[in-house]
């Protein structure tokens, strides 16, 4: 089983600027039956975001993506990865938006490729145990 | 599989599968009509993919090549690990 693509708002962005990363993306996935996929949350804060200039090359990568819709138990599943996120050493400090993401990457088997506070996601991928994460700036 | 005509729109089959294949089946799906639907889902996706690469080159835009080779490095060590971790599972399942 190959695990999907999970993309964060700050991979969105850096992809919706740099379509020769989308190229690569969308080629990768393609060649090798892995879905590109976000959850429904980040379509809020990437497209709410956008700058106008960007917002019409925002919805092309957002097309291409599998949005998936948030119901309560994986709500409360981001809720717990953050609980035990500020629990840790309490120097991350997780959104809503990055742990939904997160939780939704965990039960997807998925690996969520982030551009944006890295001790975050780490500590989110920490509390997981099983969360597989990589920066986009350490794919480039 | 034979396939069998019922209404305009559908075909129904049937067919003999191997065990493995039906257990597989089941534990993803839950139904075989699920099944197939997911399928079709599946390919009209990858060929929005591969429409969307075509449209890409086809405007100018070159990969990039580097970005490409470390995703891909990336994910199958993903694969690799999350390989382990679910052979481990099943090891404890087992015991």
Known sequence: MS????????????????????????????????????????????????????????????????????????????????????????????????????????????????????????????ASGQLEIEALADLV | MKRRAVASGYTKISATLEAPVVRQIRERTGNVSGFLNEAAKRKLYFDMLRATADELRAAGVQRDERFYQNLKKWIHEVDARQAARRQKARQARSR
């Open chain 1, 3 to 126: 695990a999907d693509f999970m993309l964060d708002s700050g991979a969105l962005a850096a992809l919706q600027r740099d379509r020769t990363r989308l190229l690569a993306l969308v080629d990768l996935a393609h060649a090798e039956g892995r879905t590109l996929r976000t959850s429904v949350v980040v379509v809020t804060e990437f497209l709410g975001y956008s700058p106008r200039a960007l917002r019409l090359a925002g919805e092309y990568v957002l097309s291409r993506l599998s949005v998936s819709p948030l119901a309560e138990p994986r709500a409360r599943r981001a809720a717990a990865l953050i609980h035990a996120a500020l629990d840790d050493d309490g120097r991350a400090r997780p959104s809503a938006i990055d742990a939904i993401v997160a939780a939704e990457a965990e039960a997807r088997d998925a690996a969520l490729m982030f551009d944006g506070d890295r001790r975050d996601f780490e500590a989110l991928a920490e």
